[in-house]
């Protein structure tokens, strides 16, 4: 790594080191900085501390929706940058096979079975998730029969279930009635009452399969010259593509089953990055992660904190990121026309 690569990753964790106690500390309750280190070292033991009401919002209401924000962030940006490295796509995201379709199918029909009492507490996200996970394994059959799993199979398995699936959470909402509005929001994605479970099961599935990305990041750049040269380079391509594509899978079926559908954070990332860092995975993944953490915890922020009414960030990140992408398309137009 050189030296102003160094620099920019620095860069990156100072500022979301930055970010993290911005976040903390602002909010419709005012809170002094003094009051958060005190409440994190009693928290972690470091001191003794009388719980106050200061206390609680911070490590039971601010502090557990800050984490999942990052995690789920740098969660679907990282799986975001997988997706466009292993489909050879700069347009993929993570939401490309389907997952979304399928985590809004479970949590619509969780929410739909409430309304004759077949609810436990946490149905919503379980639900989300194992549709999430019910998708990719139906998308992996139906591309099955093409092992090396390619870009076109994989892309063309999404569509057709996301198609599918998307008639199915229409019939669900045509027939819950009074439940539209709870399946709507949503589907908005929000990351109001988040808490250390949901913080759990973000760091129980998101980091390992970040690791595995991580080691495989050397692996995902010789892939990109052509099956042929990966294999004889010692690289087994197929079990690496359906390694990486599960644990990016993974990682977002847990990122939308806590948080809902949040666009933008997995497409935009990655793509910027590349024109900063280059197509290096080694460099591209990390930096997409940090990124997408400070990105959706500044978004997170701003509708929570600065916002005179909480938007559904999934809406945030749409109208921000949505505009945005546009100019940048247009500008890569304009240069590749040049």
């Known amino acids: 790594m050189c030296a102003s690569h ?15 106690a911005v976040s903390i500390w602002l909010g419709f309750m ?3 900085p003094w009051q958060i280190m005190q409440a994190i070292a009693a928290r972690l033991g470091l001191a003794t501390e009388t719980p106050t009401i200061a206390t609680v919002v911070i490590l039971d209401v601010r502090l557990p929706r800050i984490l999942a924000a990052a995690l789920v962030g740098g969660g679907l940006a990282l799986a975001g940058g997988v ?20 985590a809004a199918f479970g949590a619509s029909l969780a929410i739909a079975l409430s309304l004759i009492g077949l609810s436990f507490p946490g149905a919503i996200p379980l639900c989300a998730f194992l549709g999430a996970l019910a998708t990719l394994a139906v998308v992996f059959s139906l591309a099955g029969h093409d092992r090396a799993f390619s870009s076109n199979t994989l892309i063309l398995s999404g569509i057709i279930i996301a198609a599918i699936l998307s008639a199915g ?5 045509y027939l819950a009635d009074r439940e539209v509005a709870a399946i709507v929001f949503w589907l908005m994605g929000s990351l ?7 913080v759990g099961v973000l760091a129980l599935l998101s980091l390992p399969a970040s690791l595995i ?11 990109a010259l052509g099956n042929a040269t990966a294999d004889s380079l010692g690289v087994d391509t197929v079990r690496t ?4 594509l599960i644990s990016a899978s993974l990682m977002t079926a847990a990122s939308v089953a806590v948080a809902g559908i949040i666009g933008f954070v997995g497409l935009l990332v990655p793509h910027l990055l590349r024109s900063v860092l280059g197509p290096d995975n080694r460099l591209l993944l990390p930096a997409s992660f940090l990124t997408g953490a400070i990105l959706l915890l500044a978004a997170d922020t701003l ?16 109208l921000i990121g949505g505009p945005f992408f546009c100019l940048i398309f247009k500008r890569q137009q304009m240069r590749n026309s040049r």
């Open 6 to 20: 160094r620099s920019f990753f620095l860069a990156l964790v100072a500022l979301l080191a930055i970010s993290l």
């Open 30 to 32: 005012a809170v002094t």
């Open 83 to 102: 997706f466009q490295a292993l489909l050879l796509n700069p347009l993929a995201d993570p939401y490309t096979l389907g997952i979304s379709s399928g």
């Open 169 to 173: 959470i229409g019939f669900i909402q």
């Open 192 to 198: 109001v009452g988040r808490s250390w479970a949901d």
């Open 213 to 223: 990305i991580f080691y495989h990041a050397r692996d995902l750049n010789v892939m």
């Open 241 to 244: 593509r359906k390694l990486l």
């Open 303 to 318: 509708t929570r904190a600065v916002l005179p009414h909480e938007l559904p960030i999934g809406i945030l990140t749409a």
